[in-house]
């Protein structure tokens, strides 16, 4: 049974940066793809960033791209989410995610079956 935690979430100014982290515990395959993705009530999910295994899968969602990075250390089996120049529509509750990896599609595509209660982050 996989759990994910995360942690980091907060107020920040517009321009700010924030950490989020996700801990990982009961994953037991050798391959999986983690992802953050973020909810603003009323509005559909979003992805924001992905990571195989191996780190050289990683996806961006346009919105981020150049203001966030994604990392994976596997031997802690900790995501995290540097946030940097932060916005006020990114302001939501950011969720970190898990799947295995079985094929060659790239993390973005999968549909992420292990989710953690989230954090919430606000931008003013």
């Known amino acids: 049974h996989v759990q994910l935690v995360e942690s980091g979430g907060g107020s920040v100014r517009d321009g700010g940066s924030l950490r989020l982290s996700c801990e990982a515990s009961?994953?037991?395959?050798?391959?999986?793809?983690m992802a953050w993705f973020r909810q603003v009530p009323r509005l559909e999910r979003e992805g924001v960033a992905a990571?195989?295994?191996?780190?050289?899968?990683?996806y961006y969602g346009d919105t981020v791209k150049g203001r966030f990075t994604i990392s994976l250390d596997k031997g802690k089996n900790t995501l995290a989410l540097q946030m940097s120049n932060l916005k006020p529509e990114d302001t939501g509750r950011y969720f970190c995610?898990?799947?295995?990896?079985?094929?060659?599609?790239?993390?973005?595509?999968?549909?992420?079956?292990?989710w953690g209660q989230g954090t919430q982050v606000t931008v003013s």
């Open positions: 995610a898990a799947e295995p990896s079985w094929g060659p599609a790239p993390c973005r595509y999968y549909k992420y079956n292990s």
């Open positions: 990571i195989g295994i191996d780190g050289a899968d990683i």
């Open positions: 009961g994953i037991t395959t050798s391959r999986y793809c």
